[in-house]
């Protein structure tokens, strides 16, 4: 089967024959539109036998039948309508492929993207404060927030909402309140990104034109990468912080759990938040030990990592916890499957001889964190480097192959701890650089890694982690307040009071509290 493609989306092709149409729909078409009048050729299939072909297969279909040379202004507008409302990938056929290609490009006239300064795609903690970063410099810009979600939500807040402290509803708004005034809201999911002619297209197959690209969408949750882990969540013993539904699930489980075992598991890195997998388990053993329960629980911890936290110095006031809490730590250990029904968790890890072992461990709790990607349409796209997440320069977030392109947040490829921590701190290194590209000049905004967790050991003390790249600690507070290697009641009221008004009326409005940028040293020029 010949076609071409004329753009992502929309291909041309000859003629083809009804019976080629559900091998179409396999191929993943949802839509054909016929260009050709019927009759023009002896033997030519009619539209209505097109169509009936193409339902019979699933797909739409349209007929807007022009004649080569006569194509007029009703034609055309018929075209950009079908354009913008059939799902895509389209197949346009005439008796070449010319007439469709022709009709596409005269129906570009008639539904011309909209052009903002700055597109943003994802409304989320890194979207959102970039926006905000960016009115505050120049509250004139123009700028989309491509966003399908029509809530926000505060993800720091899960872990002790986990632990009972928070309720879920003060971990969400809606995404309308938190949109900054003045910047427009597109309330679809970016599909692909045309970086070479500044676009990117929505699922609805609308096109959106840019001058500079801010892309910041997340990572995935890849829960159904661990067999059986999606279909028992919620249930059989089976939680996890990572979704907002489930994290109260934790603090019921905890609450009711007596005796028996309870397994907290980390995937490999990067996830967002690396130190979230033990907030949860240090919270619940906190639980126990308050309500007496502790020694009747057999807890284990199993980390795909060979370390139990990534930076060294945060690591031996961990371990305390651990001996206090007498949880079972087994490094290099997965979570490779789990079966609901009969509560048994399946680890793989490696032997004392490197051999790779499997052990099924029954469980009678589980907090389970899954693995964590770039998302689908970032991995296959232009902008993906070779971790799949948006390829930025470490320092100045600018893309390395697209200077109008800038990426943060968990989506971005900068080897810092993915936080909202992070992300407060790089929303105005991307507002700086990209109104110096949209100037014409060179960035010059830098990065230093910075990202924080704020591991919580127990109810009311917390080790405030906080560091850049290299593991070089990058602590914010001097050490007679907070010595983030120590737990510390100061740093509890942080993530308790603090943090939470510090993101909704500081981050997310652009007052960049502890994140102003720091800039690279001026070159003398001769
Ligand atoms: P997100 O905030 O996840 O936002 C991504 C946005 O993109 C979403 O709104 C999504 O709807 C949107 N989107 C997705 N696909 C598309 C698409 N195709 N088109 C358009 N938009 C799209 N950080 C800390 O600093 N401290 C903590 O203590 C902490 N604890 C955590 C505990 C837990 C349990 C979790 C889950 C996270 C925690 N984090 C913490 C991490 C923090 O929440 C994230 O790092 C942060 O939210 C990243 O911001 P982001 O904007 O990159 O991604």
Redesign the pocket.
Do not use: M
């Given at each position: 089967m010949k076609y071409k493609e004329v753009e992502p989306g929309f291909n041309v092709s000859p003629q083809l024959p009804p019976d080629r149409l559900a091998e179409l729909a396999s191929r993943g078409f949802r839509s054909v539109i016929c260009n050709r009048p019927d009759g023009e050729e002896p033997g030519q299939p009619s539209a209505e036998t097109m169509r009936a072909a193409a339902e019979a297969a699933g797909l739409q279909f349209t007929a807007i039948p022009v004649v080569g040379g006569a194509i007029g202004d009703a034609d055309v507008a018929r075209m950009a309508a079908a354009l913008a409302e059939l799902p895509r990938p389209i197949l346009a056929y005439c008796r070449s492929g010319a007439r469709s290609a022709k009709l596409w490009e005269l129906a570009q006239d008639k539904n011309p993207p909209a052009q903002y300064d700055v597109v943003i795609?994802?409304?989320?903690?890194?979207?959102?404060?970039s926006a905000a970063s960016l009115l505050r410099r120049r509250p004139g810009l123009s700028i989309a927030i491509?966003?399908?979600?029509d809530?926000?939500?505060?993800?720091?807040?899960?872990?002790l909402v986990?632990a009972g402290v928070f309720t879920p509803e003060v971990t969400r708004r809606a995404?309308a309140t938190v949109i900054p005034d003045g910047c427009t809201w597109i309330r679809?999911?970016?599909?692909s990104f045309e970086p070479e002619s500044n676009a990117v297209r929505?699922?609805d197959g609308t096109r959106v034109k840019y001058r500079i690209l801010v892309a910041?969408?997340?990572?995935k949750?890849d829960w159904d990468a661990i067999p059986g882990l999606s279909e028992t969540l919620g249930k059989n013993g089976v939680t996890?912080?990572?979704?907002y539904d489930l994290?109260p699930y934790t603090y019921k489980l905890a609450c009711e759990l007596s005796s028996g075992r309870a397994l907290f598991t980390q995937p490999p890195m990067p996830i967002?938040?690396a130190?979230?997998p033990q907030?949860?388990m240090y919270l619940s053993c906190d639980l126990w030990r308050r309500a007496g329960k502790l020694g009747n629980i057999d807890v284990q911890f199993h980390t795909a990592g060979a370390v139990l936290f990534g930076v060294a110095a945060y690591v031996p006031a961990l371990n305390d916890y651990v001996q206090r809490y007498g949880i079972t730590l087994n490094l290099e250990s997965r979570l490779t499957a789990v079966d609901g029904n009969a509560r048994v968790a399946t680890f793989e890890h490696k032997g004392p001889d490197g051999a790779v072992a499997h052990t099924e461990q029954p469980f009678d709790m589980l907090h389970a964190?899954p693995p964590q990607l770039a998302?689908d349409?970032?991995r296959s796209s232009a902008l993906a480097g070779a971790s799949g997440f948006v390829e930025v320069d470490d320092a100045t977030l600018q893309h390395a192959r697209y200077p109008n392109v800038f990426g943060?947040?968990?989506?971005?490829s900068a080897p810092n701890?993915?936080?909202?921590?992070?992300?407060?701190k790089q929303a105005p290194v991307v507002a700086e650089n990209a109104l110096a590209v949209l100037d014409g000049a060179p960035p010059i905004a830098v990065y230093d890694g910075y990202?924080?967790?704020?591991l919580?050991v127990e109810r009311g003390r917390i080790v405030l982690a906080e560091f850049g790249y290299g593991g070089k600690l990058l602590p914010s507070f001097p050490k007679w307040l907070i010595d983030g290697t120590r737990p510390s009641r100061a740093a509890w009221f942080l993530?308790d009071r603090i943090?939470p008004a510090l993101y909704w009326r500081g981050m997310l409005k652009g007052r960049e509290w502890l994140a102003k940028p720091a800039h690279k040293p001026l070159v003398p020029s001769d």
């Open positions: 795609v994802g409304g989320g903690s890194a979207g959102i404060a491509i966003e399908p979600s809530v926000h939500y505060y993800q720091p807040g899960w872990t986990g995404t679809e999911s970016a599909a929505l699922a910041a969408p997340g990572l949750l996890s912080n990572y979704r994290a967002k938040c130190g979230a907030k949860a964190v998302p349409f970032i943060l947040g968990d989506a971005c701890a993915k936080t909202a921590a992070a992300a407060r990202g924080s967790c704020p919580t993530k943090l």
